[in-house]
């Protein structure tokens, strides 16, 4: 007979809840970037032709909180790398919001979610630390006419 462990406890609980048990590798943002990357001619130009994807996919994928961070290797007829994507879970849909080749011999990141937007028409917003802020509305000014006025003795009397 055989124990059920924690971990198969866990694995039940989720596959009830619908998060399921699926390795990183059948994660849907994982899916969409291997789709990119194996179609992006900058990809093929940077590693050659063909592009290769590995399945072994290290990071962490939150169904609940619905955010993800993803790396996998990849390898091309002349170089190898490593493909970032990360992403957000919006009204239970996963969505692109950084997808970029980190070339392994020092070669320069190739940012890659425009060209998937570009190529699928998907569009999730993406993070950007040089946007400026949106101007503040000025407020306005107190009103001049107001009078508070105060009982006599100490407080709370």
Do not use: Y
Not at 30 to 54: H, I, K, M, Y
Not at 85 to 92: A, D, F, S
Not at 107 to 114: A, D, P, Q, T
Request: proline content about 10%; charged content about 20%.
């Amino acid at each position: 007979m055989r124990r059920f462990t924690i971990a198969t406890a866990c694995c039940v609980a989720l596959l009830v809840l619908g998060g399921g048990c699926r390795p990183l590798a059948q994660h849907p943002l994982v899916a969409e970037a291997v789709d990119e990357v194996t179609q992006n001619e900058r990809v093929a130009a940077a590693l050659g032709a063909p592009v290769t994807c590995s399945t072994a996919v290290r990071g962490t994928a939150n169904e609940t909180d619905g955010i993800a961070s993803l790396q996998f290797d990849v390898a091309g007829a002349k170089a190898k790398g490593i493909v970032a994507v990360e992403g957000k879970k919006t009204r239970g849909q996963w969505g692109v919001t950084l997808l970029e080749l980190r070339p392994e011999a020092g070669g320069e990141h190739l940012h890659l979610s425009r060209d998937l937007v570009a190529r699928t028409g998907t569009d999730t917003p993406t993070f950007d630390p040089t946007a400026q802020p949106a101007a503040a509305a000025t407020p306005a000014p107190p009103p001049a006419d107001v009078e508070i006025t105060l009982p006599p003795g100490p407080p709370g009397q």
